[in-house]
């Protein structure tokens, strides 16, 4: 699970829980201030406003939750939505670096196996970029591909590739292909490389989105929290 699919899962159990609340728990308040026959503080007014609509729209609110859900896995299972959401990770400031790090480690960690077979360093990029899970990623490496079989130096068809970090090249560039061994070991190095950096970036990201969510969360619940302590308050007052 990638941190952004985290990130809105997590959201939308708090999401559910605030229709839960809104629809059940406050109306049951206001029911109170009417048996004792007292005006409902204004938070509280305020509060069962928005529960009102909440109560009135909810069933609409998650079908076209559920229908966005349907129509975004579905999409993203298509060659376009793939490529489409590829370019979406790799463009967001919070995914960007995590995308290009993984694509890097990937990309170097397969080169290495087949290098290691006996490929040359161009037959290995060949043969790794159908093994990249992100689907821009692999559309600009098999289009750069083409150029590769034309005779380009595959280190050229990588010094314009912004899906990749920025030090892909001057590690790879470093590599020699009469230095089997060395070039074996250099590629399964510097793929430990970017997935260390794979994992710093990771963690960056979920502070990031985490930071995020938590004052999501204390937006919403602070404000019912708050409203639900003046109507029990209110109400401890009105039954005096």
Not at 40 to 61: D, M, T
Not at 103 to 110: F, G
Not at 193 to 210: P, Q
């Amino acid at each position: 699970m990638t941190s952004l699919t985290l990130f809105f899962t997590v959201f939308l159990a708090v999401f559910i829980i605030f229709i839960v609340l809104m629809a059940a728990v406050v109306p049951s308040f206001i029911t109170i201030y009417q048996d004792l026959g007292k005006s409902a503080p204004r938070l509280v007014r305020i509060l069962f406003q928005i529960s009102k609509v909440v109560r009135n729209i909810w069933p609409y609110v998650l079908l076209v939750i559920a229908a966005i859900i349907v129509f975004f896995v579905t999409f993203s299972r298509t060659e376009k939505g793939a490529v489409l959401l590829g370019r979406i990770r790799l463009a967001l400031p919070m995914t960007g670096d995590a995308e290009r790090n993984a694509a890097a480690s990937r990309l170097l960690d397969t080169m290495s196996l087949f290098f290691e077979e006996g490929k040359t360093l161009s037959e290995a990029a060949a043969l790794a970029v159908p093994l990249m899970t992100n689907a821009r990623v692999r559309e600009e490496l098999s289009a750069a591909l083409i150029e590769v079989k034309e005779g380009e130096d595959y280190l050229e068809v990588f010094k314009n590739a912004d899906f990749l970090p920025d030090s892909f090249v001057t590690i790879v560039g470093e590599l020699k292909e009469e230095k089997h061994e060395e070039t074996a070991k250099a590629l399964s190095s510097a793929a430990e490389y970017y997935a260390g950096e794979l994992a710093r970036t990771t963690r960056k990201e979920i502070s990031a989105l985490s930071v995020i969510l938590i004052l999501l969360i204390l937006l919403i619940a602070g404000f019912t929290v708050i409203a639900i302590y003046f109507s029990m308050f209110g109400i401890y007052r009105a039954a005096m």
